[in-house]
C-alpha cells in the first residue's frame, strides 16, 4: 500500500546511535505538545508528552525537549532500535482550544 | 483489550456512493475524532465529539458527516459530495482535549 512517508524529511541512522528529530511549531499560544510514533498501515502511537510550563520531560529511551523562546521541539531517541524506524510527528494544541495541530512528519530510517 | 477498533481495513467506494467508516472505543473516552492522512502528509481534523449527542466541523468536513449517539462509537459518512475521498482514514479517542489522543488503525478508502 501507499507509504504515510513519501515525500517527508528523512533522517537515516545507524542502530545504537542516538536520534534527534526537530519540530517547529507556528503558535506561541500553543501550550501542549505530543509525539506520535507511525508505522507504516498503522495509527500514530503515542510516545510522550509535554506541557508548555515545562522545558523537558524524559520517558524509556525517549526524551523531549521545548524551547518556547524559538519555538521548537524535539524528540530524542537514545540507542536507536531498527524497530524504531517509522513517521514521527509531532502535534500541538492552542491554549483554550480542543483540537490537535499535527506537523508533516518526519521518517527515521534505522540501519542495522 | 480496551483499544479503538476502525473497519473495515479496507474501503472501496463507486462513484456516487455514500460510504460509512466505522469507529468504537472501549475506553471510557469523552473525546473523538475522524482524521484524514494523505501521503506524505500530516493528519488534518474532519469532525470531532467532545461529548455524545454533539460534534463540530474540522479543517476539512466538506463531504462528510458524522454522529455520536453512544458515547463508544463515532461513525464516519464520506458523501457522494467528497469528489476526492481517496485517503487514509484515522479515528481517536481521548478523555478530554488536555489528554493525548489514541488512535485506531485506519482505514484505508479507495474509489473503483
Known amino acids: 500500500g501507499e507509504s504515510v512517508g513519501l515525500h517527508l524529511p528523512t533522517l537515516s541512522v545507524q542502530e545504537g546511535d542516538n536520534s534527534i528529530i526537530n519540530c517547529a511549531y507556528s503558535n506561541s499560544a500553543s501550550d501542549y505538545f505530543i509525539w506520535y510514533k507511525q508505522e507504516s498501515g498503522k495509527g500514530p502511537q503515542f510516545i510522550i508528552d509535554?506541557?508548555?510550563?515545562?522545558d523537558k520531560r524524559q520517558g524509556q529511551r525517549v526524551t523531549v525537549l521545548l524551547n518556547k523562546t524559538v519555538k521548537h521541539l524535539s524528540l530524542q531517541i537514545a540507542a536507536t532500535q531498527p524497530g524504531d524506524s517509522a513517521v514521527y510527528f509531532c502535534?500541538?494544541?492552542?491554549?483554550?482550544?480542543?483540537?490537535?495541530?499535527f506537523g508533516k512528519g518526519t521518517m527515521l530510517l534505522v540501519s542495522p | 483489550d480496551g483499544g479503538i477498533t476502525q473497519s473495515p481495513k479496507y474501503l472501496f467506494r463507486k462513484e456516487g456512493q455514500n460510504v460509512t467508516l466505522s469507529c468504537e472505543q472501549n475506553l471510557n473516552h469523552d473525546a473523538m475524532y475522524w482524521y484524514r492522512q494523505d501521503p506524505g502528509q500530516g493528519l488534518r481534523l474532519i469532525y470531532y465529539s467532545q461529548i455524545v449527542n454533539d460534534f463540530q466541523k474540522g479543517d476539512i468536513a466538506e463531504g462528510y458527516s458524522v454522529s455520536r449517539e453512544k458515547k463508544e462509537s463515532f461513525p464516519l459518512t464520506v458523501t457522494s459530495a467528497q469528489k476526492n475521498p481517496t485517503a487514509f482514514y484515522l479515528c481517536a479517542s481521548s478523555f478530554n482535549s488536555n489528554q493525548p489522543q489514541h488512535f485506531g488503525d485506519g482505514t484505508r478508502l479507495s474509489i473503483l
Open positions: 509535554i506541557r508548555s510550563n515545562m
Open positions: 502535534a500541538e494544541i492552542l491554549a483554550g482550544y480542543s483540537t490537535l495541530t
